[in-house]
């Protein structure tokens, strides 16, 4: 009878342990996977990534390439800049008031482009101090002191006058070109 206690007794004890075994393999969580993991490279040589190795090899002091200056909407209406010139980008934002009026501007007595609502044009300066006029029954000025390479916004607008809209012209930013040019089309140039 002894043994057949202790055989039932292992049975049992086998039954339980097998069973134990089986429910801490469902429970228990998956071993990571082992994965290499490569030695760090000597100081001296450089380490490649996929972005890195397409790229030709610079030197440690080399400047980096910033990032664009200009959205693509903003490059393709503004087009190149000219080598050794400052670009002038006047433009005015399309709105109902004053939509009718439009103004020429000038420096000195050459008329450089056509400002209606919703219309831009640029010019390519010389650098150094330019002053720009606009005018009706009121005249407004707006200086610029241009720079070789660089990119200047003067937004136009119109205000109301005693028999005609007054223009103006005011030195803006990039953001308020771009908020403006889905409305705005490239005024023609004037001949």
Known sequence: MTSRVFSSFAGCALALSLSAGIHA???APAAPKETAVPAPAPASTPVATP???AAPSKPANAPVAEAPKYSEAVQTAIGPLVAGKGRIVFFRPSKFAGGAVSFIVREKEKELGKLKSGSY????????????VVH?????LTTIEVE????YFVAGSISMGFLAGHPHLNVADLAAFEAALPKMKLSAPLD
């Open 25 to 27: 393999q469902e429970s």
């Open 51 to 53: 972005a890195a190795a």
């Open 121 to 132: 044009f640029i010019t390519q300066e010389t650098p150094g101090k330019h002053t720009y």
């Open 136 to 140: 009706s029954e009121a005249q407004d």
């Open 148 to 151: 070789d390479g660089e990119t």
